[in-house]
């Protein structure tokens, strides 16, 4: 039954309703609107009071937040944004390659003209609200969210959700709602990753002798109350080993951007760099899987800080390993976990790859001594 029938017998003073499509809402972490202090501060506060992010007590978090973090904050993380900021289109790459990647996965699912994809920031704009509320009212009966995390971690992915069923408590007419889970152990994704590093590697003149996967870090707090966020980052590390040939002693976990006075998740990435330089490897390389797309904490604090302290501490050749951003790589991971999770939704053709997973791994021991 089309819509036309569907509608054709309403009163004449029915109200408009749009239906029958279903929408698609990538979602990353979020970013400033502009690099000044106020837009800094403003980011900076809607982020660092979610309590999926800091988890301690608002009693002896605010006053630190608002005494001292967002009057000296700022201006440092102002200036360093100044250094990635996209000046041609005068925001971050953040956003560039978010907006990029709705747009071109647009065009991949050309074949499923009920679907309609949008982006969003979890902090910041777009906001999640904003997003849903503009699909629904365009006639998006069911919605799938995509966190743009491949490691869940309560922190990110959890928010995302937490935000997102947070917008639809408003609505009168709510959509079906599925969200994209961890993808750490596809092996599109760990494929993807694979061929980034195998293609970068052959634009240089030089081996790397090491290659770091840096993850964000958590809490170790955050890990002992049951974060499956670690054993996933240790196994997209082994899986792409094994997909490259590599031996361990080639590939290691790191773990970057810890704030404040807890212990984090370890090794951490900032030491590593400066330790194996000290200890006399000269060249090395740093990939970041956890990130899908090329941000502050990639090409400033790896890209820019963590080259300088190699350098600095004795290192000789140093190279980062640009995110999947919206490559032909990177898009195929993203087409692939859509089309993956619409099914039931949509009647579309999934290649033979689409379903495959690494096995479960089972991990007997973790360390996390520095």
Request: hydrophobic content about 35%; glycine content about 4%; proline content about 5%.
């Amino acid at each position: 039954m089309d819509h036309r029938t569907l509608t054709e017998n309403l009163p004449s003073n029915h109200p408009t309703v749009k239906f029958g499509k279903i929408g698609v809402l990538l979602i990353n972490l979020g970013t400033p609107d502009a690099t000044d202090p106020a837009s800094i501060r403003r980011y900076l506060a809607e982020f660092l009071t979610d309590r999926r992010v800091i988890e301690w007590s608002r009693w002896l978090w605010y006053p630190i937040l608002y005494g001292i973090v967002l009057n000296t904050r700022p201006r440092k993380v102002g200036k360093a944004y100044e250094t990635i900021w996209n000046k041609e289109k005068d925001e971050s790459y953040l956003r560039t390659f978010t907006h990029s990647q709705a747009l071109q996965l647009t065009n991949r699912l050309s074949d499923l003209p009920s679907v309609q994809v949008e982006w969003a920031m979890r902090y910041g704009q777009p906001s999640i609200r904003s997003r849903i509320e503009e699909l629904q009212k365009s006639g998006c009966e069911r919605i799938l969210l995509y966190p743009l995390y491949p490691h869940y971690a309560a922190a990110t992915t959890a928010t995302v959700n937490d935000e997102s069923f947070r917008a639809l408590m408003d609505l009168r007419w709510q959509p079906a709602i599925r969200t994209v889970p961890r993808y750490h152990d596809d092996l599109v994704y760990i494929d993807a990753l694979a061929h980034s590093i195998e293609s970068h590697f052959a634009t240089l003149d030089w081996e790397p002798e090491i290659l770091l996967t840096s993850y964000h870090g958590i809490p170790m707090s955050y890990f002992t109350k049951g974060d499956p966020y670690h054993c996933q980052c240790q196994k997209t590390t082994r899986l792409l080993r094994e997909r490259l040939g590599w031996s361990k002693e080639r590939i290691m976990v790191t773990f970057q951007s810890r704030f404040g006075p807890e212990e984090w998740l370890q090794p951490y990435t900032d030491k590593t760099v400066e330790k194996l330089a000290r200890e006399g490897t000269k060249k090395i390389a740093v990939i970041n899987p956890g990130f899908v797309s090329d941000c502050l904490e990639t090409l400033e604090e790896i890209a820019v800080e963590a080259k300088e302290t190699f350098l600095h501490s004795g290192g000789e050749q140093f190279t980062h390993v640009p995110c999947l951003n919206d490559g032909t790589d990177g898009m195929k991971v993203i087409e692939h976990m859509v089309r993956k999770e619409l099914a039931g939704w949509v009647q579309s053709a999934l290649s033979q790859d689409d379903n495959r997973r690494a096995p479960r791994c089972q991990i007997n021991q973790m360390a996390f001594s520095s």
